[in-house]
T-cell receptor
Framework: DAGVIQSPRHEVTEMGQEVTLRCKPI?????LFWYRQTMMRGLELLIY????????DSGMPEDRFSAKMPNASFSTLKIQPSEPRDSAVYFC????????????FGPGTRLTVT | AQKITQTQPGMFVQEKEAVTLDCTYD???????LFWYKQPSSGEMIFLIY??????QNATEGRYSLNFQKARKSANLVISASQLGDSAMYFC??????????????FGAGTILRVKS
C-alpha cells in the first residue's frame, strides 16, 4: 500500500487567500484524522471522520476552517481566508477500527501564510 | 478527561547506551491503548510500539520496549543501544474508545531526544 498521501507537500500563500489541503487515506481504513502541528501548541487534532462522516470537529479553530470527506478515498481541509497564524504543518492520518491499530500518518503539508 | 503527560522536554543520551522516555496517562476507562511515535527532523510521524491496557506482557519491538505500569498509569519507552539515528521527537499517545465512534488519539507534548557520539 502507498500509505497516506497528502498534497501539496508545501504551500506558500498570501494572507486572505483560500488554501485547500488534500488527503488520500489508506484503503480500507474507517477513520481519517486531520492534525495541525506548531511549535507553540504541539500536535492538535482538528477533526476526524468515521466512514466519511465527521464525528468530532471540536478542534477546528474557527469558521475559516472546513473539512470534507466526499468518499472513502479522499478528504480536504480548507482554510478561507487564510491568516499568518495558520502557518503550521498539517497532517492527515488514517486507521482501522480497532483499538490496537495505530494511526498511519501522511508526510504532512507545510503551510506558510505570508 | 484523557490526558498524556511527558515531563521531559529534552533528553541527552550517549550513543550505545539505553534511555528511558517518561509517559504518564490519565483515564478512567478500563480499555485503552498506548502508543509511541517518533518524529525525526524530516517531519514524518513513525509508529514505534503499542501496548494494550489488558496486555500482561510489556510490548517490545526490536530495540524499543514499553515499560507498562498500570497501577502507576505510566508507559515509559525504553530505547536500548541508542543510535545517532534515534535523535528525534518522541510522542506518547493514548487511544480511548468512546461508544461507537470514539477512536481519538490523545498526544503528549513530546520529548526531544539527542544521541551524542
Amino acid at each position: 500500500d502507498a500509505g497516506v498521501i497528502q498534497s501539496p507537500r508545501h504551500e506558500v500563500t498570501e494572507m486572505g487567500q483560500e488554501v485547500t489541503l488534500r488527503c488520500k487515506p489508506i484503503s480500507g481504513h474507517d477513520y481519517l484524522f486531520w492534525y495541525r502541528q506548531t511549535m507553540m501548541r504541539g500536535l492538535e487534532l482538528l477533526i476526524y471522520f468515521n466512514n466519511n462522516v465527521p464525528i468530532d470537529d471540536s478542534g477546528m479553530p474557527e469558521d475559516r476552517f472546513s473539512a470534507k470527506m466526499p468518499n472513502a478515498s479522499f478528504s480536504t481541509l480548507k482554510i478561507q481566508p487564510s491568516e499568518p497564524r495558520d502557518s503550521a504543518v498539517y497532517f492527515c492520518a488514517s486507521s482501522a477500527d480497532k483499538i490496537s491499530h495505530e494511526q498511519y500518518f501522511g508526510p504532512g503539508t507545510r503551510l506558510t501564510v505570508t | 478527561a484523557q490526558k498524556i503527560t511527558q515531563t521531559q522536554p529534552g533528553m541527552f543520551v550517549q550513543e550505545k547506551e539505553a534511555v528511558t522516555l517518561d509517559c504518564t496517562y490519565d483515564t478512567s476507562d478500563q480499555s485503552y491503548g498506548l502508543f509511541w511515535y517518533k518524529q525525526p527532523s524530516s517531519g514524518e510521524m513513525i509508529f514505534l510500539i503499542y501496548q494494550g491496557s489488558y496486555d500482561e506482557q510489556n510490548a517490545t519491538e526490536g530495540r524499543y520496549s514499553l515499560n507498562f505500569q498500570k497501577a502507576r498509569k505510566s508507559a515509559n519507552l525504553v530505547i536500548s543501544a541508542s543510535q545517532l539515528g534515534d535523535s528525534a521527537m518522541y510522542f506518547c499517545a493514548m487511544r480511548v474508545r468512546r461508544g461507537e465512534y470514539g477512536n481519538k488519539l490523545v498526544f503528549g507534548a513530546g520529548t526531544i531526544l539527542r544521541v551524542k557520539s
